[in-house]
């Protein structure tokens, strides 16, 4: 049995379809997804289906450092008012700097107020970043006091990134689809992580892995990220499953 531990089946992209997307994956295996929060326009599309599938799919809070502009403190309100509903993590938060970097002092904050939200809530975090590891590195060094876990989703961060991230927390890595494109420099950095440190993840509708390439990804689709893990690592994949699975049990909870 899989876990994906970062699915946005609440998107747009699976209008209608939800529930069928979330029976596919049961199906091929993925018996447990995440659902990474982003901002209150789909909050509670998220929540609600989640609570059509309890057990399955477990859903998160956090602020998208995509959705933090001159509204972000109204976000961070709306944020708030679930903070006493069961939630799995805190994310999907972060920096990212290759859209815009016109808020990124704003992201830095939102990004700093959430990490503390986590260590209060004793819950792990979920972070994204994209052109921002160094500012997010400087971060996490300023709340090292935190006791910081979590994951860096779809880590694309070269091997000495991701020692320096374990002095600065208890850190996983969520590898998809990307792992299975052609030259993507992950696969050759994946070799070198232990794959208790790993999680699967398929960032749907977003990042689909060969051979789906070019069309929306699901959770379903978990298995062929598995599968090429399996190939990279020289491991069957009885044993990435059960090591991958565990590490989503251990860090989530669920």
Excluded at 139 to 148: A, I, P, S, T, Y
Excluded at 204 to 211: D, I, N, Q
Excluded at 229 to 253: G, R, Y
Aim: aromatic fraction near 8%; include cysteine; charged fraction near 25%.
């Amino acid at each position: 049995m899989f876990t994906d531990t970062h699915t946005h089946l609440y998107d747009e992209a699976f209008s209608g379809e939800e529930d069928l997307a979330v029976e596919r994956a049961v199906a091929a295996g993925v018996s447990k997804m995440i659902l990474p929060d982003i901002d209150s326009k789909t909050r509670q599309e998220m929540f609600t289906l989640a609570d059509r599938h309890e057990g399955t799919l477990f859903p998160c809070l956090g602020l998208h450092p995509t959705s933090v502009d001159g509204n972000w403190q109204e976000e961070m309100s709306l944020l708030e008012k679930h903070i006493d509903r069961k939630i799995w993590a805190i994310g999907e938060i972060g920096m990212d700097c290759y859209w815009s970097r016109d808020f990124v002092k704003e992201q830095e904050e939102v990004f700093r107020t959430q990490l503390e939200m986590a260590a209060r809530m004793n819950l792990p975090v979920i972070i994204h970043s994209r052109e921002s590891t160094e500012l997010i590195i400087n971060v996490l060094k300023d709340c090292r006091h935190l006791g910081l876990r979590g994951v860096f989703h779809a880590f694309s961060g070269s091997i000495e990134t991701y020692r320096e991230l374990q002095k600065l927390g208890d850190w996983y890595i969520g590898a998809g689809g990307v792992l299975t494109y052609k030259k993507a420099s992950i696969a050759e950095t994946v070799r070198s992580i232990p794959l208790d440190r790993i999680l699967l993840e398929t960032d749907s509708p977003y990042l689909t892995p060969v051979p789906f390439r070019g069309k929306r990804n699901e959770s379903s689709y978990v298995p062929h990220i598995a599968a090429r893990l399996a190939d990279l690592l020289e491991e069957d994949m009885e044993t990435i499953a059960t090591t991958t699975t565990s590490n989503a049990q251990k860090l989530f909870a669920i």
